[in-house]
């Protein structure tokens, strides 16, 4: 190959792709997707001692989906139930499933919720 050909450039595959930069047409953005509430809960924690939580300490315990951060946990408790968080803890159990202690604000009941919910 002389000095005079040029090589064809490496962009020459891309012809018919879009540019990353470009936004994909149907494809909704993180901010744009809503998000289901129960893609985040995934059930109510059932044992002893969770319920002993619900009745004494107004706590509730969920199995949550292992992705979710504690701010997506807070905003879909709050939006399903119409209750105020006051913090959250989150653990990875044993088993590889993430639990999440919910503590709700004393203006609200956690037993009221568990009844919804048919825990109680």
């Known amino acids: 190959m002389s000095k005079s050909e040029k090589r064809p450039s490496k962009k020459a595959g891309r012809a018919g792709q879009p540019k990353k930069n470009e936004l994909k047409e149907g494809k909704p953005t993180k901010k744009a997707k809503e998000t289901d509430v129960w893609s985040i809960l995934s059930y109510p924690h059932l044992t002893e001692k969770s319920m002993n939580m619900v009745e004494l300490e107004n706590k509730l315990v969920f199995i949550v989906n292992k992705k979710a951060g504690k701010n997506e946990i807070r905003e879909a408790i709050e939006k ?32 009221d919720i568990a009844s919804k919910l048919g825990m109680i």
């Open 80 to 111: 399903e139930f119409g209750v105020k968080v006051d913090w959250i803890r989150t653990e990875i159990t044993t088993r590889g499933q993430k639990k999440a202690y919910v503590k709700i604000n004393p203006e609200f009941s956690a037993a």
